[in-house]
């Protein structure tokens, strides 16, 4: 009984944030890229991003952001805000409702425990789930975002296919 009533608030707690985001999402979604050549992209803090559905690991999607937008010194996304960590989820879950984990730009340099964004700007944001990055089996360097909560970040293995989001700066 216990159980029942704990799945229903569970599930209760998920809808109402669902809802919220999906409203959150209708007032708020990001206007596109203001470059009539780049109107599928949109405009996130001070870049245009895209979002990839077809999964790649981390490195092949870096440079298929460099081939997406070329002399535009593509990257995949660096996330500097919860303003634009929240446009992101908004994007993702306009392509994607139903597997929405997807590679930012973030890794580990070198072991170091220390992450850096692949388009060399400043580390000043990580809403990282809770425990994480936990660098399971010492495998995980690469950031994604949505594993477990929706908008938090994870540290995952970088060979791991995964749709991703690029960027270049407008
Ligand atoms: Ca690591
Ligand atoms: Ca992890």
Redesign the pocket.
């Known amino acids: 009984m216990k159980m029942k009533v704990f799945l229903l608030v569970a599930i209760c707690v998920g809808l109402t944030a669902a809802t919220n985001l999906s409203s959150y999402c209708r007032a708020n979604f990001p206007v596109s890229c203001p470059h009539p050549e780049y109107s599928s992209w949109y405009k996130v803090g001070g870049y245009c991003v895209k979002y990839f559905v077809t999964p790649l690991n981390f490195s092949d999607a870096e440079f298929s952001c460099r081939k997406e937008a070329v002399g535009k010194g593509a990257h995949l996304v660096s996330v500097h805000s919860e303003e634009a960590n929240k446009n992101i989820i908004c994007i993702t879950m306009k392509y994607n409702h139903t597997s929405p984990r997807v590679w930012l730009g973030g890794f580990?340099l070198f072991?170091s425990e220390k992450f850096v964004w692949i388009d060399g700007s400043e580390w000043n944001y990580n809403p990282w789930v809770p425990g994480q990055?936990d660098?399971t089996e010492n495998t995980?360097?690469c950031v994604e975002i949505n594993w477990k909560n929706t908008g938090m970040w994870n540290?995952d293995k970088c060979s791991e296919g995964k749709s991703y989001i690029c960027e270049f700066k407008d």
């Open positions: 580990e072991k990055p660098n995980e360097d540290d």
